[in-house]
């Protein structure tokens, strides 16, 4: 896009050959039209549900189960085959259901957009639909407006635009038309140009139209949501590598033990069926849809806490994440200009509470004040709040007009002023607004503001009330305020004077000054003459300050492990300011403005992004680098923001969160996760939740694992040792999805292990299982497997179908009892607690029903291939299947470190 804030406005006219007078003819706005197309960004055409069942059909596990069911269906198993495509079914469902909350980051874009223009054309300013607009038009701008499209500015009158949701300043911009530029500047310093999607806060102007639709910034941004690719989620990619691990070992057992039974001379039909046997129990069924239904259970304990997820998969994505990189404005800050400091010409004062509260205290050298008994307090706070066209709505907690403003109408509600009452009690006479050359306002009011100087005069008194910026106001000061009146402002004074402002500054502190005139010159005067031997009253320094909560939250994701950033549109002091209250930064080295990465290459942004905690006066093309140079470096990265620049970075990051309540709604939908309360501090409860849900799919995982490896195993010794085959496919089907599913399910929801936020993140390259873990599955594989074999043996005895029973019996119970093993990888179950976990209490108990219904129901007998047991074989049974229990504590208490997965 050409640089038209480098361009005049004579100039920019001659090129976009308009009118600066008149405007477009409607025959040229029409022409353009045909050429340009609609006002309107692109929309992006997201899958079919058809598109969303291939793409759930496509896991590996998916595959290797339907292969089993055709298999089944070829060899007359059709009981088999059933189960297994409900299973599939169930799966595919619940992740089409999760899905179809398609893309709609486009759509929000869209609704940025303001939906009428003001414009003019041939001499005649008329409204007409925003998409209309062509370049070359000129429109009209003023307070409350969106503007529709990017443009250059020909007039500005006192114009201020909040840009915030393009760069992340929340204070308003002072536009200025007669600006032209150098040199290539950054978006956030265009003063003489306004974009589409922002708002004008204040005054109005005039401006050509520069680009419409996707031309625009707001359609750049689209541009890169609609570029940025989606990528795969770490639990994603660790269980298609653990489905392809589980298939290869499930097809090479298959055809080894096929191939033995061959060579021993053993039915060919015999051994198929054995091998599919031993597909089936390799393949954990249940796994797909138990990891979809724990994701999900997941997603609603973290609304419960305001953390709402839009995309199932991402849920464990935050657990792992090893960065977040936060927006400032809105997100560690309040996104709420708030009064901190006041200074009169004897006292300075700090001003307590938090946001657009009117709860607050004044404070004096520690002590609170009632602000009625210090008399240039009082002053101070009454000027700000009448030389002010802000209002305050407290029960809304909302500003209307300027934030700064609204800022010094916060105080004065928190001294106990009403700006509507003290409107009344001194009511304004005439104005003098605003402008980016005198850099102040002022407005006079009538009654007896001043008593120390009222005199007879009392009610009849007028006041010139001036606020602005501190040396122009000071330089037009000929007075100061002191306890006992008016004193001259010598050049010592000012220079003291101009020290404090100083200070005030270097804190971050956006600083105004406050002065008055009594009896000014009538309002038919110059400015000049009427802004002139003020007398000076103080200062207000005011910030957009931290979170109350988020240094807390930030200290926590710290002691977790995970590097936090903070990438922001403002300005580099004002950043380092909020993150040195936040404890973020720390060397020189440690701060990164925006003109300094363009300098750097991917390589060398690379190596440096790990040190920088604060990047300042970054674009959306930045945030978006900053995002791959951290993944560049294996760095798992979270992101949150709230404004239109953030979606772009919070789409390419692994897992983006959104501003619930100002967040704007091209973030929600860009985001992964909306923080519905918008609190920092929300984050950290949802990095708890992401990693015990993690800790938790582990466990299941490691659960269903293990009862497949105990059904591998028996199979596979049965075969070497030259007996029967002990169970069915029907018969493993059965154990893997109702008496290995309900428990799996059940410690899904395992409540979380007290050091869960003092690990360190699980690197990103870390796969499902490390040697401890290995060691622990196959530890209790073999012996869970001898202990189904002894079953098997012991019924033997008798008949190959009693020991098939007592096989199929005692495996199943065994892996109810194996499944409170998994409540902890490190902790006894009499340290985590017996009862702590009521959902696995449950879930066994149904689950023992169910399968002790099989064995005595006649009709489920014949169909799952089992005999009617006597009750010295029950207990038996019962005995064989305690032991994997007493197997784990002996475990825990030999390996006390338990498997890491890091």
Same mark, same amino acid.
């Given at each position: 896009?050409?640089?038209? $804030?480098?361009?005049?406005?004579?100039?920019?006219?001659?090129?976009?050959?308009?009118?600066?007078?008149? @405007?477009?003819?409607?025959?040229?706005?029409?022409?353009?039209?045909?050429? $340009?197309?609609?006002?309107?960004?692109?929309?992006?055409? @997201?899958?079919?549900?058809?598109?969303?069942?291939?793409?759930?059909?496509?896991?590996?596990?998916?595959?290797?189960?339907?292969?089993?069911?055709?298999?089944?269906?070829?060899?007359?198993?059709?009981?088999?085959?059933?189960?297994?495509?409900?299973? +599939?079914?169930?799966?595919?469902?619940?992740?089409?259901?999760?899905?179809?909350?398609?893309?709609?980051?486009?759509?929000?874009?869209?609704?940025?957009?303001? =939906?009428?223009?003001?414009?003019?054309?041939?001499?005649?300013?008329?409204?007409?639909?925003?998409?209309?607009?062509? =370049?070359?038009?000129?429109?009209?701008?003023?307070?409350?407006?969106f503007v529709p499209a990017d443009a250059r500015l020909v007039t500005a009158d006192s114009l201020q635009v909040n840009e915030s949701a393009l760069t992340g300043e929340s204070v308003p911009v002072e536009k200025e038309a007669e600006y032209t530029a150098a040199e290539d500047l950054p978006l956030g310093d265009q003063k003489n140009m306004v974009f589409k999607g922002t708002i004008v806060t204040f005054g109005r102007g005039r401006a050509l139209v520069t680009g419409t639709g996707m031309d625009t910034e707001l359609g750049r941004i689209a541009g890169l949501l609609q570029a940025g690719p989606e990528e795969k989620t770490p639990l994603q990619k660790r269980l298609d590598s653990f489905g392809k691990q589980i298939g290869l070992l499930a097809i090479g057992v298959c055809l080894f033990i096929f191939l033995v039974g061959m060579l021993r001379g053993n039915?060919?039909?015999?051994?198929?069926?054995?091998?599919?046997?031993?597909? *089936?129990?390799?393949?954990?069924? &249940?796994?797909?849809?138990?990891?979809?239904? *724990? !994701?999900?259970?997941?997603?609603?304990?973290?609304?419960?806490?305001?953390?709402?997820?839009?995309?199932? =998969?991402?849920?464990?994505?935050?657990?792992?994440?090893?960065?977040?990189?936060?927006?400032?404005?809105?997100?560690?800050?309040?996104?709420?200009?708030? *009064?901190?400091?006041? +200074?009169?010409?004897?006292?300075?004062?700090? +001003?307590?509470?938090?946001?657009?509260?009117?709860?607050?205290?004044?404070?004096?050298? @520690?002590?609170?004040?009632?602000?009625?008994?210090?008399?240039?307090?009082?002053?101070?706070?009454?000027?700000?709040?009448?030389?002010?066209?802000?209002?305050?709505?407290?029960?809304?907690?909302?500003?209307? &007009?300027?934030?700064?403003?609204?800022?010094?109408? *916060?105080?004065?509600?928190?001294?106990?002023?009403?700006?509507?009452? !003290?409107?009344?009690?001194?009511?304004?006479?005439?104005? $003098?607004?605003?402008?980016? +050359?005198?850099?102040?306002?002022?407005?006079?009011?009538?009654?007896?503001?001043?008593?120390?100087?009222? &005199?007879?005069?009392?009610?009849?008194?007028?006041?010139?009330?001036?606020? &602005?910026?501190?040396?122009?106001?000071?330089?037009?000061?000929?007075?100061?305020?002191?306890?006992?009146? =008016?004193?001259?402002?010598?050049?010592?004074?000012?220079?003291?004077? !101009?020290?404090?402002?100083?200070?005030?500054?270097?804190?971050?502190?956006?600083?105004?000054?406050?002065?008055?005139?009594p009896d000014p010159p009538a309002g038919s005067a110059p400015v000049e003459e009427v802004e002139k031997e003020l007398t000076f009253v103080g200062f207000m320094g005011m910030l957009d300050p931290p979170r109350p909560e988020a240094k807390a939250a930030l200290r926590v994701c710290q002691e977790a492990g995970i590097a936090v950033k903070m990438i922001t549109g403002d300005h580099r002091d004002t950043a380092v300011a909020i993150a040195q209250q936040l404890g973020l930064a720390g060397s020189e080295d440690s701060v990164l403005i925006g003109a300094e990465l363009d300098a750097l290459d991917g390589e060398e942004l690379a190596q440096k992004v790990d040190r920088v905690s604060v990047f300042a006066r970054v674009s959306p093309e930045h945030k978006v680098r900053i995002v791959d140079a951290l993944k560049q470096n294996r760095a798992i990265v979270a992101m949150t923001g709230d404004g239109v620049n953030d979606a772009p970075a919070l789409k390419k990051a692994d897992i983006g969160a959104a501003m619930g309540q100002t967040g704007t709604d091209v973030a929600k939908e860009a985001a992964d996760m909306v923080l519905a309360d918008d609190n920092f501090a929300t984050i950290v409860r949802a990095v708890q939740e992401g990693r015990v849900i993690f800790e938790n799919i582990k466990k299941t995982v490691y659960f269903l694992l293990s009862c497949n490896l105990v059904e591998i195993i028996t199979i596979f010794s049965a075969i070497l040792l030259g007996w029967p085959v002990p169970l069915y496919p029907i018969q493993i089907l059965w154990v893997n999805l109702v008496t290995d599913s309900l428990p799996a399910l059940a410690l899904g929801v395992e409540p979380p292990e007290g050091d869960i936020m003092k690990r360190p993140p699980l690197h990103p390259e870390q796969g499902l299982f490390d040697r401890k873990a290995r060691l622990l599955l196959t530890v209790f594989g073999i012996f869970i497997a001898g202990v189904t074999l002894t079953a098997f043996r012991i019924g033997l005895r008798e008949t190959v179908p009693k020991g098939e029973t007592m096989a199929f019996a005692t495996l199943g119970l065994c892996q109810l009892v194996h499944a409170y093993n998994f409540r902890s990888l490190t902790a006894s179950l009499w340290q985590r607690g017996f009862f702590q976990n009521k959902q696995l209490l449950g879930a066994s108990a149904a689950s023992t029903f169910l399968h002790l219904i099989v064995f005595f129901t006649p009709g489920l007998r014949g169909i799952f291939r089992a005999e009617l047991l006597p009750l010295g074989d029950w207990v038996i049974v019962f005995g064989l299947a305690l032991t994997p229990l007493l197997m784990g504590e002996i475990w825990k208490r030999v390996a006390k470190d338990g498997p890491e997965s890091d």
């Open positions: 896009m050409p640089a038209w $804030y480098r361009r005049s406005v004579t100039e920019t006219a001659a090129e976009l050959a308009t009118d600066l007078t008149t @405007g477009l003819t409607h025959s040229a706005a029409a022409e353009r039209f045909g050429k $340009y197309g609609p006002n309107e960004l692109q929309k992006q055409s @997201g899958p079919t549900v058809w598109q969303k069942v291939l793409g759930q059909l496509k896991d590996f596990l998916i595959l290797l189960l339907l292969g089993a069911a055709v298999i089944s269906l070829f060899l007359g198993e059709t009981s088999d085959a059933i189960v297994i495509f409900l299973v +599939v079914t169930l799966n595919t469902v619940l992740g089409v259901v999760q899905e179809l909350k398609a893309e709609k980051a486009l759509s929000a874009l869209e609704e940025l957009a303001a =939906p009428l223009a003001k414009v003019h054309r041939e001499g005649q300013t008329r409204e007409v639909a925003a998409k209309e607009l062509v =370049p070359g038009d000129l429109i009209i701008l003023e307070a409350g407006d039915r060919f039909y015999e051994m198929f069926l054995v091998a599919v046997s031993l597909a *089936v129990a390799a393949i954990p069924e &249940g796994l797909p849809a138990i990891i979809t239904i *724990v !994701l999900a259970l997941g997603v609603q304990r973290m609304a419960g806490q305001k953390a709402i997820i839009r995309r199932l =998969p991402a849920v464990e994505t935050l657990g792992s994440a090893t960065v977040i990189c936060s927006d400032k404005t809105g997100t560690l800050t309040q996104n709420a200009m708030t *009064v901190r400091r006041i +200074v009169t010409g004897t006292a300075d004062y700090a +001003v307590t509470g938090e946001g657009l509260k009117a709860a607050g205290e004044f404070r004096r050298d @520690g002590a609170a004040v009632v602000v009625k008994d210090q008399p240039l307090l009082d002053l101070i706070i009454k000027i700000g709040a009448l030389c002010n066209d802000a209002e305050f709505l407290p029960e809304e907690a909302q500003i209307v &007009g300027d934030p700064t403003e609204g800022a010094l109408v *916060v105080a004065a509600a928190k001294a106990g002023f009403s700006r509507k009452e !003290l409107q009344a009690a001194y009511p304004r006479k005439w104005e $003098y607004p605003f402008d980016s +050359v005198r850099k102040r306002m002022s407005t006079v009011h009538q009654g007896d503001l001043v008593p120390m100087l009222a &005199g007879e005069a009392g009610e009849d008194h007028r006041w010139l009330l001036v606020k &602005g910026a501190p040396d122009l106001v000071l330089e037009n000061c000929k007075w100061w305020l002191g306890t006992d009146g =008016p004193q001259e402002l010598t050049a010592d004074r000012k220079a003291e004077l !101009l020290k404090v402002n100083q200070e005030l500054a270097s804190e971050a502190l956006r600083v105004l000054a406050f002065a008055f005139r």
